[in-house]
């Protein structure tokens, strides 16, 4: 970056501390990820929603899903001379194959990985988001910072040329020409004052941060990348990995439903008093599964893993072809700023100085001196906005490829 650039950093970095001694929150990148990721009301409630999924786990894991039946029954027996008081209790527990609840928990199991990686899905997203509105409440304060110094000239211009014409060495159009480029300087510099207070606004929404916040640190020269690396941390995508804990979880009930066709079996001890006669019995119960085998929950559990699979499929070509997409644009917005460090930056603030001096001294028209202006400010801006778009794209290439989380 030019020597201009540098000074305004440290001016910048100054201001913001002074302001954070008042009330303000300045934060960096850093500051603005871990905060996302401990308070951001989005993953705060994808967490809360997992922690709901866990609870499925320990009724899973259960042996015996049924609780025991008690069964007591009671009545007399009368005869011509003769009265009983019979009496029946019996205990009966139901139990199932091994095959049901190991098919249970790992269906358990699948939902919580599932619904973990739907906390990272949501975090990568959050970051992604935040990232971008930290890099567009940077530019936007840099681009303040570049009005401001914009204004500051054309002030020093409406002067120069008031001064001029009271000398009598230029007409009064050219003090009106200077007037309008104050005045649009002024009116820029407040529009783009609003886009921050938009973006700054962004942030706080997205880090549910009600105090005042302000943005530290700049927009960085991009650096190089890697397709293949990025390409490799791609396929250990949250969203991915959420399909292939859902596959997991249809197969699950698949065999959950095979299980279905196997016989319940269930013990009970049983205790009666019959005219007098103690009676105690054990039982065995045996469910024959011919009408109910649990064709249906096979049937949609297929479907279902069919389908999810052809999902995951789909889903892995389809992040490959978005973060290639990423890093191809990633690569042109820094070619841009490389560019226009190499070859638009080096010289624009001697000639700023160099066209000033010249009009205070007449030896350049003010029409001229404008157009000079306009053409060193719209290099700046230009620079300015590919480094935020480069900023972005390196943001946007990050989530593609699961960086972000």
Known sequence: MYGRLRVATLAVTLLVAASA??????????????????????IVSARLALDEVRGRLPGASLRVQTNPELDVQTGTRQAPNSRWTDLEVGVSQRLEPGARRAARIDGANAAIAQGTADVQETTRTVLHAAARA?????????????????????????????????????????????????????AEREATEALQVDALGDLKRLLAIQTDVAVQGGLDVPQSRELAADLETALQRPELRALEASVREAEADVRFGRSLGRPDYGFGVHYARESGDHILLGGLTVTLPVFSKGLDVQAIGVARATRLRAELEAARTRVQIEVRSAFDAYQHRAAAVRIL???????????????????????????????????????RFQYLDALLEAAQARADLDASAGILR
């Not at 001694?21 to 989005?42: F, H, I, K, S, Y």
């Open 341 to 379: 460090e190499t070859d638009a930056l080096p010289g624009l603030d001697e000639n700023e100085a160099l066209t000033t001096r010249s009009f205070d001294v007449g030896q350049l028209g003010l029409p001229d001196l404008l157009l000079i202006r306009r053409e060193i400010f719209d290099t």
């Open 134 to 186: 930290f890099y567009r409440a940077v530019h936007a304060r840099e681009r303040v910072r570049l009005l401001t110094a914009d204004e500051d000239v054309a002030a020093a211009v409406h002067t120069a040329a008031d001064r001029r014409f009271k000398a009598g060495d230029i007409a009064v159009l050219d003090v009106n020409l200077a007037r309008a480029s104050l005045a649009r300087a002024r």
């Open 21 to 42: 001694a008042q009330g303000q929150t300045a934060m960096t990148l850093a500051d603005v990820l871990t905060r996302a990721r401990e308070r951001a009301p989005q």
